[in-house]
């Protein structure tokens, strides 16, 4: 049995070091939903090659008492809200160092969530092969979405940063910011920055969409492949089927290791428990919906090669959107073609 990276699958089954699994799919799956960005990216040219083990998703962390103490009591679960909460905390922190949602420019893996909420993607699939799709009209309208939100709620220092420098968990500490889209371990951090923060003042929902849904959440976690040459293969898809099961991603994944269970059913049971630490709500809905990055071995390499530095020049107006992914869709459809 290996344990792999969701955004590994596609590299390892290339090589033809993965077990097609697709016909154990059904019986592996024991009736539940699994998580969409776990499963997608497992999924290679039609082909599964990873079950889903457990996950991580992203959503809107904040402060519920710097929150309160402008007027709002309740998380918003439109688009709309949210823009109207943001200004609420934008005129009442007039004059002080704050803004009321901080998105870095450079955050590629927030900024693609308006893209995919507006229909488009960094790649589709056609006749087996990917095709780089950042420049599609509904990309592009995504693309511009997003500017424009980065461009009224964040700071204009913001544009060309990425989430480590400044943190951004820090900057919620110091009570810098209102909001800040990240994974379910920002709350942890935010409280070793800031001892004085107690857990039930932070806050997480999922971040709501212009589409009238939440936007799709950049799913990252694990998945569990069986080696081609391995002699044990009947023995792993036994392992597999037990820690893949509802009850062990209940009792075990979540229960005692805090995860994201890696179906839909069991991210409901696990909001139902009585230990359930509300603060991480937000994230168990965003896993709802979530994507990763497109199933083929040359990701990493646009990882890698710079060639997602066109959100930062997005944000700081040095490319339009349509240029800038263009650009984009040339360069990866070179890699594609590999």
Same mark, same amino acid.
């Given at each position: 049995m290996l344990d792999l990276g969701n955004t590994q699958v596609a590299g390892f089954a290339a090589s033809g070091g993965l077990?097609?699994?697709? #016909?154990?799919?059904? /019986?592996?799956?024991?009736? @539940?939903?699994?998580?969409?960005?776990?499963e997608e990216p497992a999924t290679v040219d039609g082909k599964l090659y990873g079950i889903p083990a457990l996950g991580a998703a992203r959503a809107v962390v904040?402060?519920? *008492?710097?929150?309160?103490?402008?007027?709002?009591?309740?998380?918003?679960?439109?688009?709309?809200?949210?823009?109207? #909460?943001?200004q609420i905390l934008k005129d009442a922190h007039q004059g002080e160092d704050f803004t009321p949602f901080y998105v870095p420019g450079a955050d590629w893996k927030t900024a693609i969530q308006w893209v995919w909420d507006a229909g488009g993607d960094y790649a589709v699939q056609k006749d087996g092969k990917w095709v780089s799709s950042l420049s599609t009209k509904e990309s592009v309208s995504g693309l511009e979405q997003w500017r424009e939100f980065q461009h009224k709620w964040s700071s204009e220092a913001s544009r060309p940063l990425d989430t480590d420098s400044p943190d951004t968990s820090? =900057?919620?500490?110091?009570? *810098?910011?209102?909001? @800040?889209?990240?994974?379910?371990?920002s709350i942890r951090v935010i409280q070793e920055y800031n001892k004085d923060i107690t857990a039930d003042e932070l806050g997480s929902f999922p971040m709501p969409g212009l589409s009238g849904q939440n936007q799709p959440s950049m799913m990252a976690g694990s998945v569990w492949g069986v080696a081609q040459k391995s002699s044990k293969?009947? =023995?792993?898809? *036994?392992?597999?089927?037990?820690? +893949? +099961?509802?009850?062990?991603?209940?009792?075990? @994944?979540?229960?005692? #290791?805090?995860? =994201?269970?890696?179906? @839909? /059913?069991? !991210?409901?049971?696990?909001?139902?428990?009585?230990?359930?630490?509300?603060? !991480?709500?937000?994230?168990? /809905?965003?896993a709802k919906r979530t994507k990763a990055?497109?199933?083929?071995?040359?990701?990493?390499?646009?990882? +890698? #090669?710079g060639s997602l530095t066109l959100f930062k020049d997005i944000a700081t107006d040095t490319s339009k959107a349509e240029a800038s992914a263009k650009k984009f869709d040339e360069h990866a459809n070179e890699l594609y073609a590999k």
């Amino acid at each position: 049995m290996l344990d792999l990276g969701n955004t590994q699958v596609a590299g390892f089954a290339a090589s033809g070091g993965l077990m097609d699994l697709t #016909d154990h799919a059904d /019986e592996l799956r024991q009736g @539940v939903t699994w998580l969409s960005g776990l499963e997608e990216p497992a999924t290679v040219d039609g082909k599964l090659y990873g079950i889903p083990a457990l996950g991580a998703a992203r959503a809107v962390v904040y402060n519920k *008492k710097t929150w309160a103490a402008a007027g709002i009591n309740e998380p918003p679960t439109t688009y709309a809200e949210l823009e109207a #909460d943001l200004q609420i905390l934008k005129d009442a922190h007039q004059g002080e160092d704050f803004t009321p949602f901080y998105v870095p420019g450079a955050d590629w893996k927030t900024a693609i969530q308006w893209v995919w909420d507006a229909g488009g993607d960094y790649a589709v699939q056609k006749d087996g092969k990917w095709v780089s799709s950042l420049s599609t009209k509904e990309s592009v309208s995504g693309l511009e979405q997003w500017r424009e939100f980065q461009h009224k709620w964040s700071s204009e220092a913001s544009r060309p940063l990425d989430t480590d420098s400044p943190d951004t968990s820090q =900057l919620m500490a110091e009570g *810098k910011i209102g909001a @800040v889209i990240g994974n379910s371990a920002s709350i942890r951090v935010i409280q070793e920055y800031n001892k004085d923060i107690t857990a039930d003042e932070l806050g997480s929902f999922p971040m709501p969409g212009l589409s009238g849904q939440n936007q799709p959440s950049m799913m990252a976690g694990s998945v569990w492949g069986v080696a081609q040459k391995s002699s044990k293969q009947d =023995l792993a898809l *036994k392992w597999i089927k037990i820690a +893949s +099961s509802p009850d062990i991603q209940n009792d075990y @994944v979540f229960a005692k #290791d805090g995860y =994201l269970p890696n179906n @839909v /059913e069991g !991210l409901d049971k696990a909001m139902a428990s009585d230990d359930f630490p509300t603060a !991480l709500t937000g994230f168990f /809905e965003a896993a709802k919906r979530t994507k990763a990055t497109p199933a083929s071995p040359q990701w990493t390499t646009i990882e +890698s #090669d710079g060639s997602l530095t066109l959100f930062k020049d997005i944000a700081t107006d040095t490319s339009k959107a349509e240029a800038s992914a263009k650009k984009f869709d040339e360069h990866a459809n070179e890699l594609y073609a590999k």
